[in-house]
Nanobody, 126 residues
Framework: EVQLVESGGGLVQAGGSLRLSCATS????????IGWFRQAPGKEREGVSC????????YYSDSVKGRFTIFNDTAKNTVYLQMISLKPEDTAVYYC???????????????????WGRGTQVTVSS
């Protein structure tokens, strides 16, 4: 059974940092693209950043480029999202998702990601 479990969310002041973790199990890590998505109240789910274990470049949305970094630990089957210089507009529920043999550049299309975690809340106060 494919499982993704997010952790690391919380409340932080603007300008602060958080690191999200996505622990995965039940599938061959190297065969999947794994990404971070977020959804704020009243807004559509947005692809924030994606990575796969091939040599594809990682993807970042324009809104987080330069502030967020995605990286993986293949030994732990875990993907991380390091977030710095957080802004109030980064407030959302952050989800981790996986897609079989997807490119990281499929990130803008969350509907194609078939396995999802339950999300972790990130709140950035001004």
């Amino acid at each position: 059974e494919v499982q993704l479990v997010e952790s690391g969310g919380g409340l932080v002041q603007a300008g602060g940092s958080l690191r999200l973790s996505c622990a995965t199990s039940g599938f061959t890590f190297d065969d999947y693209a794994i990404g971070w998505f977020r959804q704020a109240p009243g807004k559509e789910r947005e692809g924030v950043s994606c990575i796969n274990s091939l040599d594809d470049p990682t993807y970042y949305s324009d809104s987080v480029k330069g502030r967020f970094t995605i990286f993986n630990d293949t030994a732990k089957n875990t993907v991380y999202l390091q977030m710095i210089s957080l802004k109030p507009e980064d407030t959302a529920v952050y989800y981790c998702a996986a897609a079989f043999r997807y490119s990281a550049y499929d990130c803008p299309y969350p509907v194609g990601f078939g396995s999802w975690g339950r999300g972790t809340q990130v709140t950035v106060s001004s």
